[in-house]
């Protein structure tokens, strides 16, 4: 009669509750299918009621509402049996909210976003707890008892951060919730009543505080009935036994964290995985996603082993590596030298060294030669011939006051900074060929002034070159030396485009993301034709001879048809290697991330060895030669298309004779201290490698950044 005259006296009519999604973690899979790493908001696992110990419902109805099959949404007699043990001092074994209503304020408190909001779902107030039996009087009605206890199991909080009975049996007990025993039950079903002060995580006076709520749990249980007198004495006599599972979250708890992080950051950042930030943000942190990545251990463990090979944990110089495949972007492996983290002490890098800041990387380092091969790709897009060329001396100054203009038609560039090859050798005429394999300083400036600088640097943004701080490309006359500071995978996709005759893909890390209902859907690669197929190959024939002939010669290739690029700043600031079979494309930088031109390369110990001038050949290099090898072994060698030689055979105006050779220079003099761009040379050891065309010497790839 209360009861009933209180409903009508109050209007306590049902009000339907807003229940959305709980927060699930999301997982990270590798191509494989393997899990790497996992990202949560709350550690949840949503698990059936079937899949709960029948021990756990008995504890958890036990103590916390012991008429739950018995009554509606409101207890009555429940409310005033622990109203009188609270006012007569009897310790409120049990308090008056039914697990009804329990469920209710649990949802109330998840899908508070706001502070306010927050603060509202747990007031102690009238109204608040009205509307709760309002809203507890509809979710009677809608769910079955055993509906509403999976729910509630799922939603409550037991401390030591885990949410939900699955995640509290793994992280309390090592154990899936279906096999809690007695005792391991009793104690989950103690911790739900207050948590904070339970938390084992929290000291030994909260483990104690859990272990005495423990025990009463059994007492409640042996007074039900529910268990034995002898079965409440052996499980009270049992240890706390909390086991404090680790549950890992996170890139830095991943095995693979720089993957992890790039994964990561195109998910927050990328509008494919959602309209706004905060929807995404929301997903990753709430959705339950299952995420396929396009990380493969066979390449992500040949580079890690191949940079370690090299470069220490300990060193200040980093070394840091993306391997992208030809034709659809797929970025099959990124690894950094350094331990990711926050400690510096233990000198762990907390960004991605081999991504743009948009994928959570740095500023990078200047590209240095590996951008000639944009001007290569446009001097061939012109029509020019592969034994065509420009004669210049060991110096190049621009005429006039400049005669490079950028894309807005400025001129740019200073005409008192000359850029000039090292006294060793590199005037006279070069063809594309000798000057790529030479990589001649001169050579290229003169010809990005003949092809145009604006459209040498068109040319670099149709292969998906842009800076890594997300700036605008500096167009300047140096461009094509590298004065840009580039990232890994930017240049891993940019040669990845000349391996696939002229197709641009953008980079990837996710190809399927499944939601927590097994709804799935994949994501393919992003590719566009961007250059002339011909051209490319021409321009894969040209630098094939960089293992053969170049820069690389002296390490040799990698038993399989490549091709690549050396770049070694001007100033031994930073080093490349950048290279492509038919199969996989890789770039390699190696720099000081406490400022390239503070710390150079010079005169440093890098793995336990001392280099006096570090080249692009020199480390990057022969990480690049051995984690290729290792990263291909078990795929059988593609060769390149042959260059059409009827196009780009010969030259169009006459081949003048090649020069003689030069005997090669073993020493190691350091580089020009005046105002102009020097050979820094690419090849490896201070020395420079015979070419075989001649024996041009390796040019210097980046000048100091005067034209910023």
């Not at 605008?472 to 990232?487: Q, S």
Request: proline share 5%; hydrophobic share 30%.
């Amino acid at each position: 009669m209360t009861v009933k005259s209180a409903t009508e006296e109050l209007h306590l009519l049902p009000k339907e509750l807003n229940e959305p999604p709980l927060a699930e973690k999301t997982t990270l899979l590798d191509a494989d299918g393997k899990q790497f790493a996992q990202f949560f908001y709350e550690n949840r696992e949503s698990v059936k009621l079937d899949q709960v110990a029948d021990i756990m419902k008995t504890a958890i109805v036990s103590i916390e509402d012991d008429r739950f099959y018995q009554h509606g949404a409101i207890d009555l007699e429940g409310t005033f049996r622990a109203a009188v043990r609270n006012l007569s001092g009897g310790g409120g074994i049990q308090g008056g909210s039914s697990i009804t209503q329990q469920y209710v304020k649990q949802v109330l408190v998840n899908s508070a976003e706001t502070k306010e909001e927050q603060a509202a779902a747990i007031e102690t107030s009238y109204p608040r707890k009205l509307n709760e039996l309002r809203y507890a009087m509809a979710v009677e009605e809608k769910y079955t008892k055993s509906e509403i206890l999976e729910r509630y199991l799922n939603i409550a909080y037991f401390g030591a951060g885990a949410h939900g009975i699955q995640a509290a049996a793994k992280r309390f007990f090592g154990k899936p919730a279906a096999k809690l025993n007695l005792w391991q039950a009793a104690t989950l079903a103690g911790a739900v009543q207050n948590p904070s002060r339970t938390d084992p995580n929290a000291g030994k006076e909260s483990r104690q505080r859990l272990l005495d709520r423990r025990n009463t749990v059994l007492d409640r249980m042996y007074e039900l009935k529910k268990i034995t007198l002898p079965e409440a004495t052996e499980a009270k006599a049992k240890k706390l036994g909390f086991k404090d599972t680790p549950v890992p979250g996170g890139c830095d708890e991943s095995d693979y964290p720089y993957f992890c992080l790039y994964a990561q950051y195109e998910l927050l950042n990328n509008e494919d995985f959602g309209k706004t930030a905060t929807q995404r943000k929301k997903q990753l942190q709430r959705g339950g996603l299952t995420i396929q990545t396009t990380l493969d251990l066979t390449a992500q463990k040949a580079s890690e082993k191949a940079i370690k090979q090299f470069v220490k944990t300990s060193d200040k110089p980093v070394a840091s590596q993306a391997m992208v495949v030809p034709g659809t972007g797929a970025i099959k492996a990124m690894a950094a030298s350094r331990k990711f983290g926050q400690n510096k002490k233990k000198n762990e890098m907390g960004y991605n060294l081999a991504a743009d800041v948009q994928h959570g990387g740095g500023r990078g380092f200047q590209a240095g030669s590996t951008f000639k091969a944009f001007t290569l790709l446009t001097a061939l897009d012109r029509g020019m011939k592969i034994n065509d060329g420009n004669s210049t001396g060991a110096e190049y100054r621009a005429p006039g006051y400049s005669s490079f203009r950028d894309c807005e038609g400025n001129r740019v560039g200073a005409p008192d900074h000359g850029v000039r090859n090292s006294s060793e050798g590199g005037g006279g005429f070069k063809t594309l060929t000798t000057g790529t394999l030479g990589s001649v300083n001169t050579f290229f400036v003169k010809l990005e002034e003949q092809v145009g600088l604006c459209n040498v640097v068109k040319t670099a943004k149709k292969l998906g070159i842009k800076r890594a701080d997300g700036d605008k490309l500096e167009e300047v006359e140096t461009f094509t030396l590298g004065v840009n500071e580039m990232d890994p995978v930017t240049v891993s996709a940019a040669y990845a485009t000349i391996a696939a005759r002229g197709t641009y893909c953008k980079p990837m890390a996710i190809t399927e993301v499944r939601d927590r209902t097994g709804k799935t859907t994949s994501y393919k690669p992003k590719c566009s034709q961007v250059l002339d197929e011909e051209v490319a190959d021409a321009a894969t024939h040209i630098m094939s001879g960089v293992f053969t002939r170049g820069t690389m010669s002296e390490y040799g290739g990698i038993g399989r048809p490549a091709a690549g690029k050396t770049g070694t700043t001007d100033g031994y600031t930073a080093a490349w290697f950048a290279g492509f079979t038919p199969d996989l494309a890789s770039a390699v930088s190696l720099g000081d991330p406490r400022g390239a031109f503070e710390h150079d390369l010079v005169g440093v110990t890098i793995g336990g060895r001392y280099y006096g001038y570090v080249y692009g050949a020199t480390i990057s290099g022969q990480i690049w030669r051995n984690s290729m090898s290792s990263a291909l072994k078990d795929v059988d060698p593609s060769r390149f298309t042959p260059v059409n030689m009827d196009r780009f055979g010969g030259c169009s105006g006459g081949c003048p004779p090649p020069p003689a050779r030069k005997p090669r220079d073993s020493g190691d003099g350091p580089p020009s201290t005046d105002d102009t761009t020097v050979n820094d040379g690419d090849g490896g050891n201070g020395g420079f490698p015979n070419d075989g065309d001649g024996g041009f010497p390796d040019e210097a790839t980046t000048p100091a950044p005067v034209n910023r």
